[in-house]
């Protein structure tokens, strides 16, 4: 089966702080992993939208203290925000006895800026760690036929291994629906299920593009606020990427709009109604959809130091990945989806503009080569190695 990247770096966590957060998406495996961990103590499961494990619950004080000792798993830990106190009192009551890690493992689908609680109540106690759908480099040998397959169907694990695409893409739609029918709502979103629907589709229509929340919200009847609303609840369940328009007093008129991208292109492709890779090479869509599917390996692929941007001006030059390193270096990156790609002078300007000093090509398949002393073309495969990283970066 399929080893996910994380194991070691969560036990590792485990072992070394008292709380230990596995945030990500539904359905993307976190009670799997949570539950195949190998610790030097016994694993206490705790589902809290199980009614039977929510009335264990019912005096939480008495049942976490008769399982000191043990690592207590609490999923969906949203569902019960007033443990939060609790487990802050638990912690510091254990780390007096030296009991300093390894008490607590929660799993939730929500970033720490919507546990917004937990964030403040566990400060100093909390270690967060993300749980994404399966990368292209979890996937073993990187052929053609296994990119595409991941590229098309994206890396949930019910899609992704599921046994055609059909069944796939029936996940996905699935999947949506249970989004906009149920936990949106849950979080407050006031619209119907078939407005949010229509939402996520114009959205996925807008892929690794910037948006216009005005013209966006007039054409589904909603204000611009409503609509960035909207927006960050997606990105706060994990489900759309962000990326900031870079900015500097150049002189020169940029876009600073941000763009979005559905990070899994299943979902982005099920939201289209494309039901196969052929469909997909024939659409629109295609280039941003292989834009933001590369962008997003890329990015979980990179040292959480690199801030990341998106470079554009009005005049139509710009950067799909403007990559600020910690030591003040600028890197571009562009995305195309050719196996010979040509240096423009769009990227040259660009370049300049934003004083990049080297650039990287992304590109499907093939092997790297450069086509100047500051630009080198790489095969996405070859990108997501640590050779991008030492070798180009030079991080």
Sequence with gaps: MIQRLLYHELTSRINSVPVVALLGPRQVGKTTLA????????????????????AKLEDPELFLTAHRGSLVVLDEIHRLPNLFPLLRSLVDERRELGERSGHFLILGSATPELL????????????????????????????????????YRGGFPESYLADDDETAM???????TAYVERYMPQLGVMATPQQLRRFCTML?????????LTTMGNALGLDSKTVRTYIEL??????????????????????????????????????????????????????????????EQLLNALPKSIMVSHYRTHAGAEVDLVLSLPDGRTHAV?????????????????????????????????????????????????????????NHLEI
């Excluded at 029936?170 to 949506?176: A, E, L, S, V």
């Excluded at 996925?204 to 216009?212: D, F, I, L, W």
């Design 170 to 176: 029936q996940w996905c739609d699935d999947f949506i």
């Design 204 to 212: 996925a229509h807008q892929q690794s593009a910037t948006v216009n």
């Design 116 to 151: 917004r609680q937990g964030s403040e109540t566990l400060a100093g106690r909390i270690s967060y760690l993300e749980l994404s759908p399966f990368q292209l480099q979890e996937l073993g040998e990187e052929t053609d036929q296994r990119i595409d397959r991941h590229w």
């Design 234 to 295: 997606l990105e706060g369940l994990y489900l759309i990427r962000k990326i900031p328009a870079w900015s500097a007093n150049v002189g020169k008129r940029l876009v600073k709009a941000a763009k979005y991208q559905w990070r899994d292109s299943g979902l982005l492709h099920a939201l289209l109604g494309l039901r196969n890779i052929d469909q997909v090479m024939g659409h629109p869509i295609c280039g941003h959809s292989w834009e933001g599917y590369c962008a």
């Design 334 to 390: 562009e995305i195309k989806r050719t196996l010979s790609p040509k240096v423009t002078p769009s990227l040259i300007e660009s370049m300049n503009t934003i004083m990049a000093d080297r650039a990287t090509i992304i590109i499907p398949a093939g092997t790297p080569f450069a086509l100047t002393s500051s630009i080198n073309v790489l095969p996405l495969p070859a990108a997501l190695r640590n050779d991008w990283v030492n």
């Design 35 to 54: 539950k195949t961990l190998k610790v030097d103590k016994p694993l206490v499961y705790i589902d809290l939208e199980r009614p039977s494990d929510l």
